[in-house]
């Protein structure tokens, strides 16, 4: 289903009520399966004007990349922080792959139905959403890991973390429960740099010096994109 809200255009988007619907959402959506996964999670509308556009020319960089390895993205959908930096980006590359939303349905403004004062846009230039049950922001942070888990089906996957607050250290927990691998982009603000500086010995949080400490996380400078390309190659693509 697609439509408009609020005069502006949403991409198509099909509703789960549970985990084995997500096969179906996916086939309903043509979202191929079985294909290298980046699950974007972090800052919404807590990111300055400096770190989006900072975010903006690293993922006008990554983003051609992941075309080639005929990739996907999942994040939360809504237009606004990262993901409205994401589908910019995939937008102005002309990127073929897809650029999923995950959104839980009762946060954001859909065509004919009641919005909730706080609900927000989707972005418009994802490809799919997939609605989750829920009328709170976090309700979507374990479909987030379970979205990225369907479409990968068996290939590789990450979780790139950018900036972010409360919400996105729930989205790296689903993550590294799940064994996926977690990039922490330093100099993005907020949770990011809380979880570097804890990497550094300058644990803040205990959260943050958790995810610090884990084997599975790695932290990545925002000022050096070609690291970070290398980053997601080696996990995206391993040699064979």
């Not at 502006?8 to 988007?13: E, H, K, L, T, V």
């Not at 979205?147 to 729930?170: F, K």
Request: proline share 7%.
């Amino acid at each position: 289903m697609s439509g408009t809200a609020g005069g502006i255009a949403i991409p198509p988007f099909a509703r789960v009520g549970e985990p084995a619907e997500l096969s179906a959402a996916l086939g309903a959506l043509n979202i191929r399966v079985g294909r290298p996964v980046l699950v974007l999670v972090g800052g919404a509308g807590g990111m300055t004007r400096d770190h989006l556009a900072a975010m903006a020319h690293v993922m006008d960089r990554i983003i051609p990349a992941l075309d080639g390895w005929g990739a996907a993205i999942v994040d939360g959908g809504t237009d606004s922080g990262v993901m409205r930096v994401a589908g910019r980006a995939h937008d102005a590359a002309r990127a073929r792959f897809p650029l999923v939303g995950v959104a839980a349905e009762g946060t954001v403004i859909l065509p004919g139905t009641p919005a909730a004062p706080d609900a927000a846009a989707l972005e418009p230039h994802h490809t799919q959403v997939v609605l989750v049950p829920g009328n709170a922001w976090g309700d979507e942070s374990p479909w987030l890991c379970r979205v990225g888990t369907a479409i990968a089906d068996g290939q590789p996957s990450l979780t790139l973390v950018a900036n972010g607050g409360e919400i996105t250290y729930d989205d790296i927990d689903h993550s590294l429960q799940s064994d996926r691998p977690v990039i922490i982009l330093a100099g993005t603000g907020r949770a990011a740099d809380t979880i570097a500086g804890a990497a550094h010995g300058h644990a803040t949080d205990p959260r943050a010096a958790r995810v610090a400490a884990s084997p599975r996380a790695q932290i990545v400078s925002l000022s050096d994109w070609q690291a970070l390309y290398r980053a997601i190659k080696s996990i995206l693509t391993p040699a064979r």
